[in-house]
């Protein structure tokens, strides 16, 4: 099967522990991507990649960190800096970053702070 | 501010019956508008992806119009379907990056 994964589809963490959402691509790409939706909101970019070692922030990058290390991969950190991480985070991929290119999404991870 | 907004925020529709989804946008520069399902706590999955110069297109009975004087789209689904219950995402990608603004979705709920 070719496409996006990420895991865990649950997650639940303590205040002031960092936890680090997997996403894995099969698909080739060299851009990838990830967001945060919030209920009643569009989804926000927080990081994004174009190629292998490199990363960009995106609109909301505070209190996150990634690392590009292969193709195929590209793990999101939440860190205890973060002050509001509960959310659905959402991984994307697309050939590259030009514009009309079509990013494709992985099922999601739902974080929860207890 | 570069915004793109939907409405209605939510709509019940009984099966069988057509809907229409509203999306107008302040995207500048302007690059493609997409539209995308997203199934509850699954990721979204496109459904179709218009550029400036396209006025429609269709993807099985999903329709979608653009007018780019107006800045305004729709989305047009035909006898729906209980599993066209979900979020429509309308997307606007700014520039010649593959920047994506997203608006906040509409809920749709098909009843039987």
């Known amino acids: 099967d070719g496409g996006i994964t990420q895991s865990p589809k649950y997650l639940f963490r303590k205040e002031g522990q960092n936890v680090t959402l997997s996403c894995e691509q099969n698909?080739?790409?060299?851009?990838m991507y990830w967001y945060r939706q919030d209920p009643g909101q569009g989804l926000r970019l927080i990081y994004y990649?174009?190629?292998?070692?490199?990363?960009q922030k995106g609109d909301i990058a505070e209190g996150y960190s990634v690392s590009r290390e292969k193709k195929e991969s590209f793990p999101l950190t939440v860190t205890s800096a973060q002050k509001n991480p509960t959310a659905f985070y959402l991984c994307?991929?697309?050939?590259?970053?030009?514009?009309?290119?079509?990013?494709?999404f992985g099922p999601g991870t739902r974080l929860t702070v207890l | 501010k570069n915004q793109v907004e939907q409405s209605p925020q939510s709509l019940i529709i009984l099966e069988g019956k057509n809907c229409t989804l509203q999306c107008n946008y302040t995207v500048s520069p302007f690059s493609n508008l997409r539209w995308y399902k997203q199934d509850t706590g699954r990721g979204p999955v496109s459904l179709t992806i218009m550029t400036f110069s396209e006025n429609t297109k269709s993807n099985g009975r999903y329709t979608a119009t653009l007018d780019a004087d107006t800045k305004q789209s729709s989305l047009h689904i035909t006898a729906s379907q209980l599993s066209d219950s979900a979020s429509y995402i309308c997307?606007?990608?700014?520039?010649?990056?593959?920047?994506?603004?997203f608006g906040a979705g509409t809920r749709l709920a098909v009843h039987p």
């Open positions: 997307v606007v990608s700014e520039g010649g990056y593959n920047k994506l603004i």
């Open positions: 990649s174009q190629i292998v070692n490199d990363f």
């Open positions: 994307a991929s697309s050939i590259d970053r030009v514009a009309k290119n079509e990013q494709f």
């Open positions: 698909l080739n790409h060299d851009a």
